[in-house]
């Protein structure tokens, strides 16, 4: 339009009347501009990804517009191999054309995705008016390999055997005489690696590539090195580390059988396109050296041992000399399925200081980080050369105030005398050292220095760093109860402690991925942490591991062990639990479609194994306090959900047949369970224990009629425990949510804020920063003190006191069900919560008589609020807010009054 009117400017005018009367038209033109934004812009759930292998990614985004019932009603994405070119056709990949559509995920659907080629994409959006947004800014993903036939390099190693302990370097050099545009290296490995170029490591990633089923699936991972390749004369060097490739400790998982074991290999493309448009590739290959490095032993199990001595100093440069090297050998890759690492990678993402040393001689000090971390220490010392030292990494302290590893160490099977559990060996070379495991991590809160002559250390030697998937924080939670916050932050705490590119039970004694652990803690996951990148590689590990028959192990990624023991419904539900999931909390049915022939492949098998409908295969209630519930009636639930899961993804997926059939097994499944453990009469499950309980009620089993008076036993069982816990693992996933679900969230409060023993509280009362195994602190096993699977109090807090939770009728929380409890015995509450579509936030403050609550929706959603505040009122402002009938809002509870919210900031009094 100005276009236009500046032709008719330039044509025709003829007086200051007619140049007022333009600007006034531009003007108003640009006020009728929507104020409505696109923002957050990511592909594949990464913010401008290299190296993705998806033929058909995935776009998505969010809206920021303050406005009251802001939202999109249509949108555009332009996908183009021009920075700024989107309207060239030679360029422009996809024009996904106007869509009349409130969605903000869309997959590609262009031409074919070249690889190694960046792609710039860019949404327009359509706000609730109808206007044109101004389009976002353009964000770009690049492809990598696309293809096993798209390597050029070599896989090599150094060799040697599977015991040679020492950790290999490995380099080449190579000239650039022209320009660089651009460089990207491209690698893959059998076990762990560091990439260095003309001397500096490449990237800030931990243990790369991610733990996986190597036989079956190797990771590679993209890095941009065009600013570490000089003109003239370069480097490249790699240190390959053992990681779950090739184990060479001991524990009772016998990751030292693996199938896939071997000495650690690469393989490397280091792609560098010039400003001529020329392409070079230098690769792995025979042309390579190889020679020991100063680690003399790594194990991702126990821990590092490092020889200052052996430093071979400028190794990675150019400048080096490396004719005492060796050849390099060619071999087989680990498995003929290479595929990119697209995830959030683990770094060293906090740094953790000491907060004290104790000095017991000259030969012996112990550190204090003030919290339990996983990750490492690093130490910078100087004392004489060949002088040992030994970093004793632990969660506790005798009373003797030195490191205590009697909780953490019971698994460890160690060989012979020279790998300590959990114990770094460092030996000095007499100048300053500075060490910091590359290949390892633990779990621990103290570090015993201990060494073979004096050493002079103080508090600033040694220092911590957390290390986990750096995967970005979404969720925040404050209340009026301090206990509350800080078992909110040792939640978390262990959350990412046990997040290494697969969920695990613990970062020290066994570092495994055990499923039930995960899906156990799995909402307080994904309600704190943008996690779907590692949630989809590890339900990928689930498919790699799972047998013909549908059987799954109880700890994924496997050596072998786990087919046998600890692998029921109760745990490897994984299978279903995690992809529907994914699918409530992104809107994502990727993940649930991928794994569907899984879950039905798990399904038909407990079906032809267990055809009455009940199983008695699982762990049961782990850990209780003193009651164990039935396995059987456990396990049974997990298998009705898993068959419920199955039916709804068969809704999805429009498999009409299959829809009806698991439906029909999942009604036999409950009915089963039901007829046996059921007393109708009574309301009572089994012994009428919390878990036996609160299971059935929370996973949906409880008949609709019954429902008020099972939940009554429920809250009469609590009273009758002193209002403290009863259960194990899979009672902590169920009894505070069926209770705060059922009308009794003042109860479950009661229980959650408890200090005394058995309580969350109990542990945080006495110092805990991140949740132990064990309810009982003092327990001679099962003591772990940094263990997820007890985690779900951390999901309760935003789901029952916040009240935030997705709809599965508009996952991705594009429709969001609003039901917080304002709970007797705390004051004041904040939850916030990033979903797909922008910020949530529900935050309650009690004021004399009335509540004051807040309420943000983000745009492009609705919420439903649902209140239960007997004969309190709502207002905004001085005015009455209406609640909607019975018929506009279904599945109220008695006394409970709904309200229907747009987009928009919301401040309620309740009074």
């Given amino acids: ?45 990464l913010i401008n990804p290299l190296g993705i292998d998806a033929k058909t990614p995935r776009f998505t985004w969010r809206l920021e517009d303050a406005r009251r019932g802001g939202k999109q009603v249509a949108f555009q994405v332009l996908v183009s191999t021009g920075a700024n070119d989107f309207s060239n056709d030679k360029s422009l990949q996809w024009n996904s054309g106007k869509i009349d559509a409130a969605t903000n995920l869309i997959l590609y659907n262009g031409k074919e995705l070249q690889p190694f080629t960046t792609y710039y994409w860019k949404v327009i959006v359509w706000d609730k008016d109808g206007v044109e947004t101004s389009a976002s800014p353009v964000a770009t993903f690049e492809t990598g390999m696309m293809g096993a036939h798209n390597w050029k390099g070599t896989w090599i190693s150094d060799g040697t055997g599977i015991h040679e302990k020492p ?313 009026s109860n301090p206990m509350i916050n800080k078992l909110w932050q040792a939640t978390n705490n262990s959350y990412l402690s046990n997040l290494f590119g697969y969920p695990t039970d613990c970062p020290q004694r066994e570092k495994n991925g055990w499923t039930g652990d995960a899906h156990i803690a799995l909402e307080t996951g994904l309600y704190n942490f943008d996690g779907i990148t590692v949630y989809e590689k590890w339900l990928a590990d689930h498919r790699d591991e799972q047998q013909p028959n549908g059987v799954l192990p109880s700890i994924i990624p496997t050596g072998g062990w786990g087919y046998e023991w600890g692998n029921g419904p109760d745990w490897t539900s994984t299978i279903a639990i995690i992809p529907w999931n994914i699918y409530l909390f992104y809107g994502d049915a990727s993940l649930l479609k991928a794994s569907y022939e899984n879950i039905k492949r798990y399904v038909d098998h407990i079906d032809a194994t267990y055809p009455t409908g009940l199983t008695t295969w699982g762990l049961g209630d782990w850990v209780p306090v003193k009651t164990k519930s039935p396995v059987e009636l456990t396990s049974s639930i997990y298998y009705f959900t898993d068959t419920y899961i199955l039916s709804q993804a068969a809704r999805l997926l429009s498999k009409k047949e299959e829809e009806q059939h698991y439906s029909k097994l999942a009604q036999k499944i409950k009915e089963a369970i039901n007829a046996k453990y059921l007393d109708r009469a009574t309301g009572l499950y089994g012994s009428g224990s919390q878990t036996e309980l609160s299971a059935p009620l929370y996973w949906n089993i409880v008949p609709e009629a019954l429902k008020a008076k099972v939940a009554a036993n429920l809250a009469q069982r609590v009273q009758k425990d002193n209002l403290h816990l009863d259960v194990g693992l899979l009672g902590t996933k169920s009894i505070l949510n069926a209770l705060s679900e059922n009308g009794y969230a003042d109860l479950a409060y009661k229980i959650a804020a408890q200090e005394d023993y058995p309580s969350w509280g109990w542990w945080i009362k006495n110092g805990a920063t991140t949740l132990y195994e064990n309810w009982n602190i003092d327990a001679t096993s099962d003591i772990s003190l940094n263990h997820i699977m007890f985690g779900e109090i951390g999901a309760w807090l935003y789901k029952a006191l916040g009240g935030i939770k997705p709809d599965s009728a508009a996952p991705g929380f594009r429709h969001i069900v609003l039901e917080p409890h304002f709970v007797a015995g705390l004051d004041a509450f904040d939850a916030s919560f990033n979903s797909p579509n922008g910020l949530v936030i529900s935050s309650w403050k009690k004021k004399g008589r009335s509540i004051e609550y807040n309420v943000t929706v983000p745009p492009n959603t609705t919420a439903m609020l649902k209140l239960t505040t007997g004969k309190m009122k709502l207002y905004e402002g001085d005015k009455a807010v209406t609640s909607l009938s019975p018929k506009e809002s279904s599945n109220n509870r008695q006394g409970q009054s709904s309200y229907l919210l747009n987009a928009g900031a919301y401040r309620f009094i309740l009074k």
Avoid at 4 to 17: Q, Y
Avoid at 238 to 246: A, S
């Fill in 1 to 45: 339009m100005a276009a236009v009117l500046m032709d008719g400017f330039k044509n025709s005018i003829r007086s200051k009347a007619t140049l007022f009367l333009f600007f006034c038209i531009i003007a108003l033109n640009s006020f009728a501009a929507s104020p409505c934004k696109v923002v957050g812009l990511r592909c594949e759930y």
């Fill in 167 to 479: 950790a290999p370097y490995f380099r080449k050099k190579f000239n650039t005489t022209k320009k660089v545009k651009t460089a990207r290296a491209y690698i893959a490995a059998g076990g762990l690696f560091e990439l260095y170029l003309n001397g500096e490591k490449v990237g800030n990633h931990r243990l790369d590539p991610a733990y996986t089923r190597f036989d079956r699936r190797t990771l590679y991972v993209t890095h941009d090195v065009t600013k570490q390749i000089t003109q003239g004369q370069n480097a490249v060097g790699v240190l390959l580390g053992n990681g779950w490739y090739n184990h060479q400790s001991t524990a009772v998982w016998d990751f030292h059988k693996a199938p896939w074991r071997a000495r650690p290999t690469f393989c490397l493309d280091l792609r560098i396109t010039y400003e001529d448009g020329s392409v070079e590739t230098i690769s792995s290959g025979k042309d390579w050296k190889t020679a020991f490095s100063p680690i003399t032993f790594n194990s991702i199990y126990t821990a590092e041992h490092y020889n200052a001595n052996l430093e071979q100093p400028l190794w990675n440069t150019a400048a080096f000399v490396d004719t005492a090297w060796k050849g390099v050998i060619i071999r087989s890759a680990p498995s003929q399925n290479i595929v990119s690492q697209v995830m959030h990678p683990i770094r060293n993402v906090t740094e953790v200081p000491a907060v004290s040393v104790t000095k017991f001689n000259d030969a012996t000090y112990v550190y204090d980080l003030s919290r339990n971390i996983s990750g490492v220490s690093k130490i910078k010392v100087q004392g004489t050369k060949g002088t040992v030292l030994y970093l004793k990494h632990g969660e506790r302290l005798t009373k003797a105030g030195r490191v205590d590893l009697s909780n953490i160490d019971a698994h460890y099977r160690p060989t012979d005398n020279t790998d300590p559990f959990q114990t770094d060996i460092v030996v000095l070379s007499g100048k300053e050292d500075e060490f910091m495991p590359r290949f390892n991590y633990k779990g621990f809160q103290y570090v015993e220095v201990t060494s073979s002559q004096p050493v002079s250390l103080k508090k600033e030697n040694l220092t911590g760093y957390f290390m986990h998937s750096d995967v970005p924080p979404l969720g925040q939670v404050s209340s």
